[in-house]
């Protein structure tokens, strides 16, 4: 079981820019896939972006391409979530998740797919 932790959310203006980091617990070696999620106020848990550990392949939700750039550092077992010209409509918990895998992209894409998580970051932007 792979232990995340998310880092990096606070308040921000409109326009705005924040990178949240999510850290694994140990060597990443098990990871196929990590993904960002998000939930806001209301509403149910959707998926940002996700990126293939060992190839980097990345794949966005439509509301962030563009916007938003999902990396990671091999060497420090971390992924990262770059977040630009950020909008009130980002305002969310956002949630990075490993999965051992393989998925495929779409497959990526589902919540229900990840079987690690970490306990979620507040990203809140005011107009």
């Known amino acids: 079981q792979v232990q995340l932790v998310e880092s990096g959310g606070g308040l921000v203006q409109a326009g705005g820019s924040l990178r949240l980091s999510c850290a694994a617990s140990e060597r990443t070696f098990s990871i196929y896939v990590m993904g960002w999620f998000r939930q806001a106020p209301g509403k149910e848990r959707e998926f940002v972006a996700h990126i293939k550990w060992s190839g980097g392949n990345t794949n966005y939700a439509d509301s962030v391409k563009g916007r938003f750039t999902i990396s990671r550092d091999k060497a420090l077992n971390t992924a990262y979530l770059q977040m630009n010209s950020l909008k009130p409509e980002d305002t969310a918990v956002y949630y990075c998740?490993?999965?051992?895998?393989?998925?495929?992209?779409?497959?990526?894409?589902?919540?229900?797919?990840?079987?690690?998580w970490g306990q979620g970051t507040q990203v809140t932007v005011s107009s």
């Open positions: 998740a490993a999965d051992p895998g393989p998925l495929t992209p779409a497959q990526a894409m589902d919540e229900n797919q990840y079987a690690n």
